[in-house]
């Protein structure tokens, strides 16, 4: 079974910080996704990564993939307000369509 | 770019009667689509895949009787929650992958309320 982890579950940086989120996954997979969630809305869709060493930056955001350590990282530079919300991981094994869900990080950015 | 849209975004029911959701592709056609369930704070449960045409495939621990899938069309995709109970209230959302385009898309949700 496809286990997907995200650590931290919460996060809470002061405007300005730099941090790293981390999604490990357990099972090989070629394709990961990061998504956003502001409260009650459904999912918004920030990169897609579909190899090894695939690198993505848009604007604070950048995210990268290493599928031989099974891991993924979102990192925020230079944290605003705006980006408070839930982050989620998603891993697509094989070509199935489906994604499993990393378990969250809910980032609180404050001024 | 391609978008779908799941209709209602919110309804409140009454215990035991039953609600559907609505789940379209607007501009491609998807042969499959994915139902998630979300409770309040917590991750994205794959409930089910529906695949036009046939029976859809439903995650183990999903009553099949209870989550009724239909996939008549090629841009329709339906959830059916019957006799809904309190513990049925929950984000529904599904999802659509466009054939030619890499990523999925998701429906807008719709939070489930039975009281």
């Known amino acids: 079974e496809l286990k997907v982890e995200q650590n931290p579950l919460f996060l809470s940086m002061q405007e300005g910080k730099n941090y790293t989120i981390y999604c490990n996954y357990s099972t090989t997979s070629d394709r990961l996704y990061w998504y956003r969630q502001d409260p009650g809305k459904s999912l918004e869709s920030l990169f897609v990564?579909?190899?090894?060493?695939a690198v993505k930056q848009e604007g604070r955001l950048m995210a990268s993939l290493d599928t031989k350590a099974r891991l993924s990282t979102l990192h925020i530079t230079a944290a605003v307000h705006d980006l408070s919300a839930t982050y989620f991981c998603a891993v697509e094994p094989g070509t199935a369509s489906k994604l499993t869900f990393g378990t969250g990080t809910r980032l609180q950015v404050t001024l | 770019g391609a978008v779908v849209s799941q209709h209602p975004s919110r309804v409140i029911c009454k215990s035991g009667t039953s609600v559907k959701i609505e789940c379209r592709s607007l501009d491609f056609q998807a042969t499959t689509m994915f139902w998630y369930r979300q409770f309040p704070k917590q991750s994205l449960m794959l409930m089910a895949t529906s695949n036009e045409g046939s029976k859809a495939t439903y995650e183990q621990g999903v009553e099949k009787d209870k989550f009724l899938i239909n996939h008549a069309s090629l841009t329709l995709s339906t959830l059916t929650v019957t006799s809904a109970h309190p513990e049925d209230s929950s984000f529904y959302i599904c999802?659509?992958?466009?054939?030619?385009?890499?990523?999925?898309?998701f429906g807008q949700g719709t939070r489930l309320t039975v009281v």
């Open positions: 999802s659509a992958r466009d054939p030619g385009r890499t990523e999925a898309f």
């Open positions: 990564l579909l190899s090894n060493g």
